[in-house]
């Protein structure tokens, strides 16, 4: 889900080429762009709102093994509407099946902010149309729904060493040099390289939540979750 101009969706086939792959996106021009550069035998792209996923057409409920959303969420308008998100990816998984939700979290941003304001480098500000996940609120979240239609498997924030060292051990030596960081730079294919930290002090906005869908006896009620 939100699988833009489709270039991580071919990354995927390649390495799965015995899977059917569906990459769903909002937009028809990414759509196109998604079928003319980055096609593939086992792939096939829709257009599709994650608001409405279940009523896609071409799309079945309970489909799919895996459903990944990368940075789908984040362009959503409030939370409200992530969660809404959430259960409609649900309802596509088979039982048993996982939701990957790969996706920036206002946290990490906050904490790696912290670091670079620490060291007189300016805050790094979210894009006009990015509204990150407040990790306090999708935790909370997550937990009314344990057992009953997700549970949570894994969780990792990613990057965190190569947040360090590109977003504030570089650009701070960017600043005192008086240049603009170029983040083609070798130091960020070195950084990129470098393994996590792991969540005890998370400075990367980037996290994976790998949940895994739940049966409880009765189907959700939809009855109203607080947030």
Known sequence: MGCGNGFTTERISEQHPDAVIT???????MINEANHHHSGNNIDYRV???LSLSRTPGLHVGEFD????????IN?????EMKVGILEMRKMLKPGGHLVLV???????????HMRQSIGLPPIKTRWHNVYIPQDKLTKFLNEIKGQLLDTEYVENIG????????????????????????????NEIASKL???????????????????????S?????????
């Not at 190569?162 to 040099?177: F, G, N, T």
């Not at 189907?219 to 947030?227: A, D, I, T, V, Y």
Request: glycine share 8%.
């Open 103 to 113: 996706e920036n979290v206002q946290d990490g941003l906050d904490n790696l902010n």
């Open 76 to 80: 959503l308008a409030n939370w409200e």
């Open 195 to 217: 393994p996590t930290m792991g969540a005890y002090y998370a400075c990367s906005p980037n996290f994976m939540f790998v949940l895994h869908r739940v049966e409880s006896g």
């Open 66 to 73: 895996v459903v990944l959303s990368t940075r789908c969420l």
């Open 23 to 29: 990459g769903v996106d909002f937009s028809q021009d």
């Open 219 to 227: 189907e959700w009620s939809g009855r109203r979750l607080s947030s």
């Open 48 to 50: 599709g709102d994650v």
């Open 160 to 187: 965190n060493m190569y947040y360090i060292a590109s977003r504030v051990i570089y650009a701070k030596l960017c600043q005192d040099q008086g240049i603009e960081p170029d983040y083609n730079n070798k130091i």
